[in-house]
């Protein structure tokens, strides 16, 4: 018995060392709220119920969600580029005016249930700073920019609708058009604009020579060298795809700044030892 006792405190003390304290640094941001894991996901991404299980739950540190342009030059926070891809609604959303997006509801995954709707990024901006006025949020700005509007215009129009966003210092944007976040940044130097690329030369090179904040990339497209670079140029690094807990370890964090994260029960286990 004493030997067993001995064993098992010998195991949580491995258990407490293999921790790692610099995790706890990690910003760990809901990928749509609770994540795209769609088999086990209870609540589809991007919708209200997944971003508020995400941060009253789980108590994860902020959520990323996803923004589409609609035909006037509003936004809705939805992924996809058609609205009948996870609602009942048909069009493309860059076809369609704000108010033939309200209402939608999206599709409940393996039942045809429809219950929460699609909100528009206005209606975000209100909950955030209603009920989570301290937590991260990163927004994902979704292309193609195919409206009746040139980018920098569009860019100009989404400037207006950061101001909804008083709490400047935990909120980034992020998007895959450099373009984009350089008109951006031309409205307001403040804004922190984030580029979806690899970590590779090409990857960095925009980054440093459109003079964007920092970079968004995938789990497997990293180098050491160039997030050190980064690093040292004042940049931010969020990562992102991976979903089990196994698929954290491996990796080195010392450059990273937040992950999204699609299995909040995953991350939290890894990053905050829970």
């Known amino acids: ?78 992924h996809d580029e058609y ?10 959303i860059t076809g ?4 033939q997006t309200m209402g939608c509801k999206y599709r409940k995954q393996f039942f045809n249930e429809y ?7 206005d209606s975000f901006a209100n909950l955030v700073n209603s009920k989570y006025p301290n937590r991260y949020v990163s927004l994902n700005i979704q292309g193609p920019f195919d409206l009746p509007f040139i980018l ?8 207006e609708k950061l101001k909804y966003f008083p709490f400047k210092d935990k ?3 992020e998007c895959s058009d450099a373009n984009f976040l350089y008109y951006l940044k031309q409205r307001d130097s403040s804004h922190k604009c984030l580029l979806i690329a690899q970590i590779d030369s090409g990857g960095v090179k925009d980054v440093l020579g459109f003079e964007l904040d920092g970079i968004v990339a995938k789990f497997e497209t990293r180098d050491e060298l160039l ?34 994260v699609d299995n909040p029960i995953s991350a939290l286990k890894y990053f905050r030892n829970k």
């Open 171 to 173: 909120l980034t944007v």
């Open 1 to 78: 018995m004493r030997l067993f006792i001995l064993t098992a405190f010998s195991l949580f003390l491995l258990g407490c060392e293999s921790y790692d304290p610099q995790l706890k640094k990690v910003i760990l941001y809901g990928h749509g709220g609770m994540g795209f894991d769609l088999i086990n996901g209870k609540h589809a991404p991007n919708s209200v119920a997944s971003i508020q299980e995400a941060l009253d739950i789980y108590e994860l540190d902020g959520v990323e969600v996803d923004v589409r342009f609609t035909r006037d030059g509003d936004a809705i926070v939805y």
């Open 115 to 121: 219950k929460e709707e699609v909100i528009s990024l």
């Open 227 to 260: 997030e050190q670079q980064l690093k040292d140029e004042g940049k931010m690094i969020l990562l992102y795809g991976q979903k089990k807990f196994r698929n954290f370890k491996g990796y080195d964090y010392t450059y990273i700044d937040g992950v999204q």
């Open 96 to 99: 369609l005016r704000i108010e």
């Open 83 to 92: 609205l009948e891809t996870a609602t009942q609604c048909k069009g493309r």
């Open 152 to 159: 920098d215009s569009v860019a100009g129009i989404f400037h």
